[in-house]
Antibody, heavy 123, light 111 residues
Framework: QVQLQESGPGLVKPSQTLSLTCTVS??????????WSWIRQHPGKGLEWIGY???????YYNPSLKSRVTISVDTSKNQFSLKLSSVTAADTAVYYCARGGYSYGPNPYFDYWGQGTLVTVSS | QSALTQPASVSGSPGQSITISCTGTSSDVGSYNLVSWYQQHPGKAPKLMIYEVSKRPSGVSNRFSGSKSGNTASLTISGLQAEDEADYYCCSYAGSSSNWVFGGGTKLTVL
């Protein structure tokens, strides 16, 4: 059973960079042809896809966030990470990592999710 | 404002059936059979309930079914149970320009 777990600071100051890591267990991040995504949920609101990465390092980002987002992968640690720069209060949200997200991949949907981590942007 | 439109709330009594709609456009729901549905209980992560319009993951009750007509996808839950009370989100592929778009969510209340 694949499990994902987010980790990182729960509080980030405005204009700084939000950094989160997702650790994958129960399977290799490099196998199966799977892509790995970040998704966020603003308090009391719906879901927003941020972007995905393949174990090779290939990425694709939501155009609305593309200028501020970087997703990277560390296959030796079975982890992938999110960096979101120049954050504002509007970036306050629960951030989830999930498996899936490539429309031509084995799972063009999100089948495994982390528990989510709340990141608050405030001075 | 979410890209896909869902009713804010629906309700039903135990044993009844309900349907949640998810309306998009010809650029997303109408163009791809890549609609998925997620159930989210308070404080929990979303759970995949339906993928590729009408397929059920292993372990998901057959009381959950999905369909699509034109630009609108639907999730039907039959034989409502108290544990079905949750928020439900639809998601659709929207092409390489936007990739994935979600609905605003529907709160299901089991009366």
């Amino acid at each position: 059973q694949v499990q994902l777990q987010e980790s990182g600071p729960g509080l980030v100051k405005p204009s700084q960079t939000l950094s989160l890591t997702c650790t994958v267990s129960g399977g290799s991040i490099s196998s199966g042809g799977y892509y790995w995504s970040w998704i966020r949920q603003h308090p009391g609101k719906g879901l927003e896809w941020i972007g995905y990465i393949y174990y090779s390092g290939s990425t694709y980002y939501n155009p609305s966030l593309k200028s501020r987002v970087t997703i990277s992968v560390d296959t030796s640690k079975n982890q992938f990470s999110l960096k979101l720069s120049s954050v504002t209060a509007a970036d306050t949200a629960v951030y989830y990592c999930a498996r899936g997200g490539y429309s031509y991949g084995p799972n063009p949907y999100f089948d495994y999710w982390g528990q989510g981590t709340l990141v608050t942007v405030s001075s | 404002q979410s890209a896909l439109t869902q009713p804010a709330s629906v309700s039903g009594s135990p044993g009844q059936s309900i349907t949640i709609s998810c309306t998009g456009t010809s650029s997303d729901v109408g163009s791809y059979n890549l609609v998925s549905w997620y159930q989210q209980h308070p404080g929990k992560a979303p759970k995949l309930m339906i993928y590729e319009v009408s397929k059920r993951p292993s372990g998901v009750s057959n009381r959950f079914s999905g369909s699509k007509s034109g630009n609108t996808a639907s999730l039907t839950i039959s034989g409502l149970q108290a544990e079905d009370e949750a928020d439900y989100y639809c998601c659709s592929y929207a092409g390489s320009s936007s990739n994935w778009v979600f609905g605003g969510g529907t709160k299901l209340t089991v009366l």
